[in-house]
């Protein structure tokens, strides 16, 4: 089992940037896979960014060059970091940290965490 909290969402203008957490406990040796995705009202659930065991990372094109994922493994904890910068009111949605871990890839979300960009 793996048990997720997420920070760092909140208001911000167009233009500025946020820095979101997740921070992972529990069986964080089995996880494979560490991502963000969102939700906006009205539209279904999309990837945000993914990032690998070996580091690998995976950006949706509207955010590429914009949004930043990394992780961090300390403490029997694993963190992963979205940092958004040249935010726009496009990106305002819910946004949810996803863990793959496990022998099965079970998926583990986070509460998510609400981001509006104001114009």
């Known amino acids: 089992q793996v048990q997720l909290v997420e920070s760092g969402g909140g208001l911000v203008q167009a233009g500025g940037s946020l820095r979101l957490s997740c921070a992972a406990s529990?069986?964080?040796?089995?996880?494979?896979?560490m991502g963000w995705y969102r939700q906006a009202p009205g539209k279904q659930r999309e990837l945000v960014a993914t990032i690998g065991f070996a580091g690998r990372t995976n950006y949706a094109d509207s955010v590429k060059g914009r949004f930043t994922i990394s992780r961090d493994n300390a403490n029997s904890k694993s963190t992963v970091y979205l940092q958004m910068n040249s935010l726009r009111p496009e990106d305002t949605a819910v946004y949810y940290c996803?863990?793959?871990?496990?022998?099965?890839?079970?998926?583990?979300w986070g509460q998510g965490t609400q981001v509006t960009v104001s114009p």
């Open positions: 529990g069986s964080t040796f089995s996880i494979v896979v």
């Open positions: 996803k863990v793959t871990a496990g022998l099965r890839n079970n998926d583990y």
